[in-house]
Each structure stands twice: as structure tokens, then as C-alpha cells.
């Protein structure tokens, strides 16, 4: 899915509404719901523009390690079918 706004774009919205201008008007200017706005001060308010980089970094990394692990544990699955072992 492609974003529409990037991390460091919504970050701003959330500043100018921090700074006094209305949700509502903040919205219009720019072409997003409240919804939207809502739910990305849920998930970066209060962070910089450097926060939420590393929290992207971390996403990703933490995405690789998952299937990391999930190759790991079919593998040995595998590898337990295999030798004719039961779990």
C-alpha cells in the first residue's frame, strides 16, 4: 500500500495542530480525514521527525527477524520429519 504522506509530512500536521491551528481546518487544507489525523496522533504524537525514522527502522528490522525465526522453526520442522521423529 502506498502512502499518501510521509512520516516527517504527518509529523508536521501534528505540530500546526499542537500549535493551535483546528483539526478540522488542518484536515481540509491538506485532503485528509479527522480519522486519519486521529489515528497519527495515536501513533507518532509527541515523536520527531528522527523518532519516527528509527521506529520505521525498527518495524522493518523487527519484520525480518519474524520471518527469520519462521524459516528457522520450518526448517526444523523439517528437519524433525525427516529423522521420522514426532514433535
Known amino acids: 500500500m502506498k502512502k499518501r504522506f510521509t512520516d516527517e509530512q504527518i509529523i508536521g500536521f501534528l505540530k500546526q495542530a499542537d500549535g493551535g491551528?483546528?483539526?478540522r481546518e488542518l484536515c481540509r487544507q491538506h485532503g485528509f480525514s479527522d480519522a486519519s489525523f486521529y489515528t497519527w496522533r495515536a501513533r507518532f504524537g509527541g515523536m520527531?521527525?528522527?523518532?519516527a525514522r528509527r521506529l520505521r527502522d525498527l518495524e522493518a528490522e523487527n519484520a525480518q527477524l519474524k520471518k527469520l525465526l519462521a524459516e528457522s522453526l520450518l526448517d526444523?520442522?523439517?528437519l524433525k520429519v525427516a529423522l521420522g521423529r514426532k514433535h
Open 48 to 51: 520527531t521527525v528522527s523518532d
Open 21 to 23: 491551528i483546528p483539526v
Open 76 to 78: 526444523a520442522q523439517a
